[in-house]
Structure formats: structure tokens, C-alpha cells
């Protein structure tokens, strides 16, 4: 009975996701922090399933991995939110208006098809961009610190060197005219299933669930020790597409992380892309 209960708790979340946004009152959507607190509020709920359920108990959260991830959902939602706004979104828009491109026949799709569409521009894009990362030497060192964590839980997915942060939100989505609660009820059902796709709790959902969407099994696996066992199940929630593409693999693992499993601090979280140029700098200076 209990494993059927948690079975079904990630297509209800996103079934619920979908009917708050399908009938929020309008001024909620006009206020931006509405889809901020939503996400907040779905993170906290799967942190209280990690503790009722958990997957592994060598993933169990440590004060020093909760305050590392909050660092990090903070920064996704203020710094990288902002920058990628400012140097992708808005260019974007301004390029549509300036070009005449009207895609008017979005705005008047059913609720549903809008968000389904945006949900498979997102990960599309973020599908491709996660291969690149992890077949081309620039792009995985943007990556790498997410691969280089140690345990999983419900806030790891906003994990990560923020230049890999920024690249992975790059979208065509603002090129599309839509409702704004369809794009926050769309960003919002990738946010729980990525959520999800980290969390250190064993709610296996059903097999069709698990055909269109990542789960923690699928994930888990991507996260293996090893870079050539990483290279699989790139989608962060539509794992439909590694289907499509070939990269599916089944399975899932336990130890997670690279480079012999060596934790990185928040400092070199951030300085890892730049390493082989400090090392340069620094032998020039004689410090090497
Ligand atoms: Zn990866
Ligand atoms: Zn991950």
C-alpha cells in the first residue's frame, strides 16, 4: 500500500501543478514571485518526502550539503535568473519585434498544448546542450562540478559552475507568444521533475510516468562514477528524448561522482572551468 502511495506522488504533484496553473487568479501570475514560491514550496515538500522515504541512507542531507544547495537555488533564482533575462531572453524578444516574427497562433493552443510545447522546447534545447557538454572538452569543464557531487538529494539539481547554470537556460521559448501562466505552470512541472530526478527518495513511479519523464533511477545513473558511464540519459526531465536520440540507458546507481569522488567547495565549484589557466598564471609566476 505505502509503495503504491509514493508510486503515484510525482504524477499527482505534476497533475496538480498543472490545474494551480490552468486556474491561478491573474494577479497571482503577474506577481513574479508567485512561481518562486511554488518552486520553493514543491523543493521543500520533496525534501519531507527524502526524510519519510529515503533512497540511500549515504545520500541522507548534512547541514554542510543543505546550506552548499541553498547557496545555489538562491543564486539560480536571483543572479542567473537575472543574467539570463538580461543577455538572452531580452535580446531575443528585442530580435522577434525587430524581425516581425508573430507566433499569434500560440496564444490561442488549449492550456495544455501550450504547456506541453514549452516543456519540449526547454528540454530540447537543454538535451542538446548537455551532450555538447559531455562530448566537448569547453563545455564539460562548465559541467564537470555538477557531476562532481557526492550524494544526491531534492536540491541538487541547481548544482553547478554558473557559466553551465546559464548556458543550460538558453531557450527559444521567448520567441513563441504564450500566457504567462502557461510558461510559469511549464517551468514549474521541469523545476518538480528535475526536483525529483535528484531527490533521495524511493517513490519509483510507474512505468508510463517513466517513458516521458526523468526520474531518480535514470538520473542516478547519469551522475556514475566515471566519465564514460555519465555519458547517458541527458535529459534533465523529458527523458523521452534520450529515447528518441539513442542515449537511453536503463539502470541506476548508488555512488555518485567524479575525479575518485572528490567533493568540491563552493570556491572551486566556481573556479573549476578556469583551472588549467590559474595553473598557467601561477607556474609563470614561480608559485607552481
Ligand atoms: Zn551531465
Ligand atoms: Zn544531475
Known amino acids: 500500500m505505502k509503495k503504491i502511495l509514493f508510486s503515484y ?33 514543491t523543493t521543500l515538500f520533496v525534501l519531507g518526502l527524502e526524510w519519510l522515504n529515503e533512497r540511500h541512507a549515504s545520500w541522507r542531507l548534512t547541514k554542510k550539503e543543505f546550506f552548499t544547495d541553498l547557496f545555489y537555488m538562491v543564486l539560480s533564482m536571483t ?11 531580452e535580446p531575443l524578444i528585442a530580435a522577434k519585434h525587430a524581425l516581425g516574427i508573430t507566433t499569434e497562433w500560440a496564444m490561442h493552443l488549449p492550456f495544455v498544448v501550450q504547456v506541453v510545447l514549452v516543456v519540449f522546447l526547454v ?19 562548465t559541467h564537470a562540478p555538477h557531476h562532481h557531487i557526492t550524494q544526491l538529494n531534492a536540491m541538487k539539481g541547481a548544482v553547478g559552475n554558473p557559466i553551465e547554470l546559464f548556458l543550460i537556460s538558453l ?9 504567462l501562466n502557461a510558461l510559469f505552470c511549464a517551468f514549474h512541472i521541469l523545476s518538480v521533475v528535475s526536483t525529483f530526478a535528484h531527490a533521495n527518495t524511493r517513490c519509483d513511479p510507474p512505468r508510463w510516468y517513466a517513458l516521458f519523464f526523468t526520474t531518480i533511477r535514470n538520473h542516478s545513473l547519469h551522475h556514475s562514477v566515471g566519465y564514460e558511464e555519465t555519458r547517458c540519459n541527458y535529459a534533465n526531465s523529458l527523458i523521452l528524448l534520450d529515447r528518441v536520440f539513442g ?9 555518485v561522482g567524479q575525479d575518485e569522488r572528490r567533493r ?10 578556469f583551472q588549467s589557466m590559474i595553473a598557467k598564471i601561477r607556474a609563470g609566476r614561480g608559485y607552481a
Open 171 to 179: 531557450s527559444v521559448v521567448a520567441l513563441f507568444d504564450l500566457p
Open 264 to 273: 568540491l567547495s563552493i570556491l572551486e565549484q566556481m573556479l573549476f572551468p
Open 247 to 255: 542515449t537511453y540507458r536503463d539502470g541506476e546507481a548508488e555512488l
Open 79 to 89: 543572479v542567473i535568473a537575472w543574467v539570463t533575462a538580461r543577455l538572452a531572453e
Open 123 to 141: 528540454e530540447f534545447g537543454q538535451y542538446w546542450m548537455h551532450r555538447l557538454m559531455h562530448n566537448y572538452t569547453p563545455f564539460w569543464l
Open 9 to 41: 506522488v510525482q504524477p499527482a504533484m505534476v497533475a496538480a501543478i498543472l490545474v494551480f496553473w490552468a486556474f491561478v487568479p491573474k494577479a497571482w501570475v503577474e506577481n513574479a514571485g508567485t512561481l518562486t514560491i511554488g518552486i520553493a514550496l
